[in-house]
């Protein structure tokens, strides 16, 4: 009689009973009703166990020997387990000489399973790991790029900044200078205008002095004479007024005299105004 294997049960087997841990805990002495039906049932099951044999192990899944449905790297539905129904794998269990044998073997296959899928989840780790970090650094250099980007474009910004204020600066100085250097052209222009006044007022001063001489003369020749008393009454306040313009005149020659020094301090200040725009420029 062969039975067929339950999928929650496990692998090792009982060395006292030679039945498998599922088995002995189900039919343990408190649970066993002690008819001649178990106990038959027992012993058939025993018989059923060959001499020398092990366990060979197929998985649910994709029937491949070497590991369980759980762990079977084929899954059907995506999530490693498959819901199909598939045939179940004959139970077949060794004696009891060799009991403790079998619990060695599938304890270290169970172990090796266990580490081929420990390992197998550390590379897919490994793999995430370097992917999130290829990831990171291209998030990283593309937000450092980015930085430095809106960087330089600021340092433009600035530049350009800094490069208008500099211009309206130097408009700004030019317009001030144009204005200064207009004003005292102005200023140059009316001097030499009240220059050219002295210089007529200097011409009127040689003829008034050659009229002082005449008349002069006039009032010698006339001394002598008792009938030109009144005449030479007369040029006396005549002369007297000639003196006094000739007085004004004097002081109108010293302005221009001084108008014309000026004049030649404001030239030599053009033209330094003049060097220090082209300087400027």
Not at 4 to 33: C, E, K, M, Q, Y
């Amino acid at each position: 009689m062969v039975l067929p294997l339950l999928p929650l049960l496990t692998l090792d087997f009982d060395v006292v009973t030679g039945l498998p841990f599922a088995a002995t805990h189900l039919f343990t002495r408190s649970n066993i009703r002690r008819d001649y039906t178990t106990i038959v049932w027992l012993r058939l099951l025993a018989s059923n166990f060959p001499a020398s044999s092990s366990i060979v192990r197929t998985c649910y899944n994709c029937g491949d020997p070497g590991h369980f449905a759980r762990w079977c790297p084929h899954p059907v539905n995506g999530n490693g387990r498959s819901n199909a129904i598939v045939p179940q794998p004959l139970l077949t269990l060794p004696s009891t000489s060799t009991a403790t044998a079998s619990n060695a073997l599938t304890t270290s296959q169970f172990r090796n399973n266990c580490w081929y899928e420990a390992k197998q989840q550390l590379i897919l780790l490994e793999n995430t790991v370097a992917e999130i970090k290829l990831l990171y650094d291209a998030d990283v250099e593309r937000e450092k790029a980015s930085k430095e980007e809106e960087a330089r474009k600021k340092r433009e910004a600035e530049e350009l900044e800094r490069r208008e204020h500099d211009r309206k600066e130097r408009e700004d100085m030019h317009r001030k200078m144009m204005e200064d250097m207009n004003m005292k052209w102005e200023k140059m222009c009316e001097k030499m205008n009240s220059s050219n006044n002295a210089m007529k007022g200097v011409s009127e001063i040689d003829s008034l002095r050659s009229e002082i001489a005449r008349l002069k003369t006039i009032v010698d020749s006339s001394a002598c004479s008792p009938s030109t008393a009144k005449a030479t009454a007369e040029g006396g306040v005549v002369v007297r007024q000639l003196l006094r313009e000739q007085d004004a005149l004097k002081k109108k020659v010293e302005e221009s005299a001084a108008s014309q020094r000026r004049l030649e301090s404001l030239e030599s200040e053009m033209a330094l105004m003049y060097t220090m725009r082209d300087e400027a420029l």
